[in-house]
């Protein structure tokens, strides 16, 4: 039987003007991002438009709704009709909301307002979720929209309702004010000027901060790698290789002496190398995720074999520095490089699917918003991105900061994790697309779908040893997601629950107050606990995890061996320059 071939199509080229029209709309995309913050308001509208036709088309819900609204409104009837000295509030506000905590806020007409507020806010969110036809995920971001727009409003962010305000106001005589004006002033100067915050200043990079002692052994266009000199006569023999997040500059996990995980480590006889990225510009929009993991992690790996030969390496991850050691080591496993003793996660995901609400600044809307902008000026600043992260502890960050420093005048003591947090830095264009829409958006690393030279990778091909923290109160790598990785099948996994946030909950040095932790291994054959079960079984330990990870490594490591002096020229690694070297002072 004679078939066919089917006749190719001609080639259609785009029609005259097509590029310039699509410039045109990256142009005008471009400059909408900067005056968005990088938020798409189509994107926004879109999820709207859709809860509210979902909700017009729920006359059950709506009925609730209504209900629920009568319901809320005679508690607060019966409770202005009791409220007094000493009376219980009808709501309570959620165990992270430290807006109505002082006294003032129990007397009268204050109790009314924020109890109102608070019932408001607790209908809004009944009015936001549980809607047929609305997905969890687009629930999460309406809830989030409303959630924004309640606490702009809400009673403690203005002079008149806010009964502490008010208070300081009447017995300063406006004085506050006048001194919230000098430090709002001060601020728009200092953003103007391209300046970091105010008490900064204090807390400056190789002199305050970032001061253990050592070389730089290494230097590519993308890092410089720090060998710290040792504090201690004999050393373990396998060397640790720190690499951090490159969204922020490394020296979080090097802040003041008392409070720097590289000195406790170097200190309890380790060698530790650190990885400290490059600062781009609009010249490096190309570099991409490849260009990351071999630069930044392979040439780093390299040069610590050199450096010190014939010894394994323990490796560690802080952030998305853990994702890409993950992607680097699962392809060094399936290539048969054997040089990783053990690998350490430190808040660190690699399934997104459940990467919590930094997922809803990561749509399809959202990242081709974000590439608009990106593609303009090459790179995605450190502001567009701390804004992002601003926005989802907007209590905390934005609006309780404004009402201390604007309204009481009372500036917040800086510290050294706040002048870090303020130490921004940029992200490639090329780079920030991919592991956007890699990552996040696809989920590649855990489907088995990620590319490292040419080849998928799989996390299962990984046989060291991994220890992972989570952090309780991690906004931006949810403990439960970081879990995920306890169903690894084939080596053993570590978890670790600290108490604190995503950076404070890691430093979290020996001695720091309040600190505690759950810890238990999974063994290759034993049985899955769900995040949940885990948590109710691990047992509680009072004070830092730092020991506990010490005494790990120290488990699969040999016996100690001579202190090693940073730098090795005969292996063609000489000492470049002092630590805390030259690319995390860059601007």
Same mark, same amino acid.
């Given at each position: 039987?004679?078939?066919?071939?089917?006749?190719?199509?001609?080639?259609?080229?785009?029609?005259?003007?097509?590029?310039?029209?699509?410039?045109?709309?990256?142009?005008?995309?471009?400059?909408?991002?900067?005056?968005?913050?990088?938020?798409?308001?189509?994107?926004?509208?879109?999820?709207?438009?859709?809860?509210?036709?979902?909700?017009?088309?729920?006359?059950?819900?709506?009925?609730?709704?209504?209900?629920?609204?009568?319901?809320?409104?005679?508690?607060?009837?019966?409770?202005?009709?009791?409220?007094?000295?000493?009376?219980?509030?009808?709501?309570?506000?959620?165990?992270?909301?430290?807006?109505?905590?002082?006294?003032?806020?129990?007397?009268?007409?204050?109790?009314?307002?924020?109890?109102?507020?608070?019932?408001?806010?607790?209908?809004?969110?009944?009015?936001?979720?549980?809607?047929?036809?609305?997905?969890?995920?687009?629930?999460?971001?309406?809830?989030?929209?409303?959630?924004?727009?309640?606490?702009?409003?809400?009673?403690?962010?203005?002079?008149?309702?806010?009964?502490?305000?008010?208070?300081?106001?009447?017995?300063?005589?406006?004085?506050?004010?006048?001194?919230?004006?000098?430090?709002?002033?001060?601020?728009?100067?200092?953003?103007?000027?391209?300046?970091?915050?105010?008490?900064?200043?204090?807390?400056?990079?190789?002199?305050?901060?970032?001061?253990?002692?050592?070389?730089?052994?290494?230097?590519?266009?993308?890092?410089?790698?720090?060998?710290?000199?040792?504090?201690?006569?004999?050393?373990?023999?396998?060397?640790?290789?720190?690499?951090?997040?490159?969204?922020?500059?490394?020296?979080?996990?090097?802040?003041?002496?008392?409070?720097?995980?590289?000195?406790?480590?170097?200190?309890?006889?380790?060698?530790?190398?650190?990885?400290?990225?490059?600062?781009?510009?609009?010249?490096?929009?190309?570099?991409?995720?490849?260009?990351?993991?071999?630069?930044?992690?392979?040439?780093?790996?390299?040069?610590?074999?050199?450096?010190?030969?014939?010894?394994?390496?323990?490796?560690?991850?802080?952030?998305?520095?853990?994702?890409?050691?993950?992607?680097?080591?699962?392809?060094?496993?399936?290539?048969?490089?054997?040089?990783?003793?053990?690998?350490?996660?430190?808040?660190?995901?690699?399934?997104?699917?459940?990467?919590?609400?930094?997922?809803?600044?990561?749509?399809?809307?959202?990242?081709?918003?974000?590439?608009?902008?990106?593609?303009?000026?090459?790179?995605?600043?450190?502001?567009?991105?701390?804004?992002?992260?601003?926005?989802?502890?907007?209590?905390?960050?934005?609006?309780?900061?404004?009402?201390?420093?604007? *309204?009481?005048?009372? @500036?917040?003591?800086? +510290? /050294? &994790?706040?002048?870090?947090? #303020? $130490?921004?830095?940029?992200?490639?264009?090329?780079?920030?697309?991919?592991?956007?829409?890699?990552?996040?958006?696809?989920?590649? *690393?855990?489907?088995? @779908?990620?590319?490292? +030279? /040419? &080849?998928?990778?799989?996390? #299962? $091909?990984?046989?060291?040893?991994?220890?992972?923290?989570?952090?309780?109160?991690?906004?931006?790598?949810?403990?439960?997601?970081?879990?995920?990785?306890?169903?690894?099948?084939?080596?053993?996994?570590?978890?670790?629950?600290?108490?604190?946030?995503?950076?404070?909950?890691?430093?979290?040095?020996?001695?720091?107050?309040?600190?505690?932790?759950?810890?238990?291994?999974?063994?290759?054959?034993?049985?899955?606990?769900?995040?949940?079960?885990?948590?109710?079984?691990?047992?509680?330990?009072?004070?830092?995890?730092?020991?506990?990870?010490?005494?790990?490594?120290?488990?699969?490591?040999?016996?100690?061996?001579?202190?090693?002096?940073?730098?090795?020229?005969?292996?063609?690694?000489?000492?470049?320059?002092?630590?805390?070297?030259?690319?995390?002072?860059?601007?």
């Amino acid at each position: 039987m004679h078939v066919t071939e089917p006749v190719p199509a001609p080639f259609d080229p785009p029609a005259p003007g097509h590029y310039t029209y699509q410039a045109i709309d990256q142009a005008f995309k471009a400059n909408m991002a900067r005056l968005t913050n990088g938020i798409s308001p189509a994107g926004l509208v879109e999820i709207q438009v859709q809860w509210l036709g979902h909700l017009l088309m729920s006359p059950g819900k709506q009925m609730e709704l209504v209900e629920k609204a009568q319901r809320k409104l005679v508690r607060l009837m019966c409770h202005a009709m009791h409220a007094g000295p000493g009376a219980d509030p009808c709501i309570e506000p959620l165990p992270i909301d430290k807006r109505f905590a002082s006294p003032g806020w129990q007397q009268w007409p204050f109790n009314m307002m924020y109890q109102s507020f608070l019932l408001t806010q607790q209908w809004w969110h009944n009015a936001t979720t549980d809607i047929d036809g609305v997905s969890d995920a687009d629930e999460k971001v309406i809830s989030f929209i409303v959630r924004q727009m309640l606490d702009h409003m809400a009673p403690s962010n203005f002079i008149a309702t806010n009964p502490d305000i008010l208070k300081a106001t009447v017995e300063q005589g406006g004085a506050n004010l006048l001194t919230g004006i000098e430090h709002l002033i001060e601020d728009v100067q200092h953003t103007l000027a391209g300046k970091k915050p105010v008490g900064t200043e204090n807390f400056q990079v190789g002199r305050d901060v970032a001061i253990t002692p050592g070389k730089v052994v290494y230097r590519n266009h993308l890092i410089e790698l720090i060998q710290y000199s040792p504090t201690t006569d004999d050393v373990y023999p396998e060397p640790i290789l720190i690499v951090p997040a490159w969204i922020m500059k490394y020296y979080i996990l090097d802040l003041s002496p008392h409070n720097s995980l590289v000195k406790y480590l170097v200190d309890q006889g380790h060698t530790v190398f650190m990885v400290s990225w490059r600062n781009p510009t609009s010249e490096d929009r190309n570099l991409g995720m490849e260009d990351y993991r071999k630069m930044g992690i392979m040439d780093a790996i390299d040069a610590v074999s050199a450096i010190i030969p014939d010894q394994k390496i323990h490796s560690a991850g802080y952030c998305l520095g853990g994702t890409l050691l993950s992607i680097a080591a699962s392809a060094m496993a399936r290539d048969g490089d054997d040089r990783l003793a053990s690998m350490t996660h430190l808040a660190t995901q690699v399934d997104f699917t459940e990467a919590g609400e930094l997922m809803l600044f990561i749509s399809e809307s959202e990242v081709s918003y974000l590439e608009s902008m990106m593609w303009d000026q090459g790179f995605l600043d450190g502001y567009q991105m701390a804004g992002a992260f601003q926005i989802l502890r907007s209590n905390d960050l934005i609006w309780s900061r404004l009402a201390n420093e604007y *309204l009481l005048g009372e @500036r917040q003591e800086m +510290n /050294d &994790l706040m002048a870090w947090n #303020a $130490d921004l830095t940029r992200m490639p264009y090329r780079m920030h697309s991919e592991y956007l829409r890699g990552l996040f958006l696809e989920n590649n *690393l855990s489907a088995g @779908r990620y590319m490292a +030279n /040419d &080849l998928p990778v799989n996390l #299962a $091909d990984i046989r060291v040893p991994i220890f992972s923290v989570g952090t309780v109160r991690d906004h931006v790598a949810p403990w439960r997601s970081v879990y995920k990785l306890t169903m690894h099948p084939a080596t053993e996994v570590t978890f670790v629950l600290t108490s604190g946030g995503h950076n404070a909950g890691i430093v979290s040095e020996p001695g720091h107050p309040h600190r505690s932790y759950q810890m238990s291994t999974k063994k290759v054959g034993d049985h899955y606990l769900d995040p949940d079960r885990w948590q109710q079984s691990a047992p509680m330990q009072d004070g830092s995890w730092w020991p506990a990870w010490q005494t790990w490594l120290v488990g699969y490591s040999g016996d100690k061996v001579p202190a090693r002096t940073p730098a090795n020229t005969k292996a063609g690694y000489p000492a470049l320059c002092d630590a805390p070297g030259t690319y995390v002072l860059q601007n």
